[in-house]
């Protein structure tokens, strides 16, 4: 029957529209990713730089020159030791943390023992309905010692 009205009708996306639009997200993400530089810490220089825009680093005083120029922000994912060495050469500004509340029961430690001391800050955090928190955090200067405030409750 026509009353004349405009309608709109929505529907849950099928399973293989899905699989399309995460394909083709992925694709943009790759297409982007192979346009952007990135950046290898490697001291033996054993590493495959064949991948278009890759920079070989030979040690942390190549990334000290390269976080003194213009650019975009560099980004650093999965090397606790090159991570070790950025604490320690204070050269980190913001940490983005993913935490997922699963114990493995050992792992690799996120602050070594030689990490310079300062003080970041939250500036924003968000928890998915499974419990993943994922926090970030900006240089605040030095490390304020005191108490700390209480802990707020969640409900849910």
Not at 126 to 151: F, K, Q, T
Request: aromatic residues 6%.
């Amino acid at each position: 029957m026509d009353d004349g009205e405009d309608r709109e009708y929505s529907r849950q996306p099928r399973p293989e529209d899905l699989i399309k639009i995460c394909a083709a997200l992925r694709i943009e993400r790759a297409k982007r990713f192979n346009e952007i530089k990135k950046y290898v810490v490697s001291r033996s220089g054993d590493v495959d730089t064949s991948w278009k825009g890759t920079v070989l680093l030979r040690d942390i005083d190549g990334v000290k020159r390269l976080k003194e120029e213009d650019g975009p922000n560099l980004v650093t994912q999965g090397s606790t030791e090159l991570l070790h060495a950025l604490f320690s050469n204070d050269l980190v500004d913001e940490i983005k943390t993913f935490t997922v509340p699963v114990v493995l029961g050992g792992g690799k430690k996120l602050f070594a023992d030689r990490s310079a001391p300062h003080g970041y800050k939250l500036t924003g955090s968000r928890v998915s309905g499974s419990g993943l928190v994922i926090a970030h955090y900006e240089r605040s200067g030095d490390v304020l010692i005191g108490e700390a405030p209480p802990a707020t409750k969640r409900n849910g």
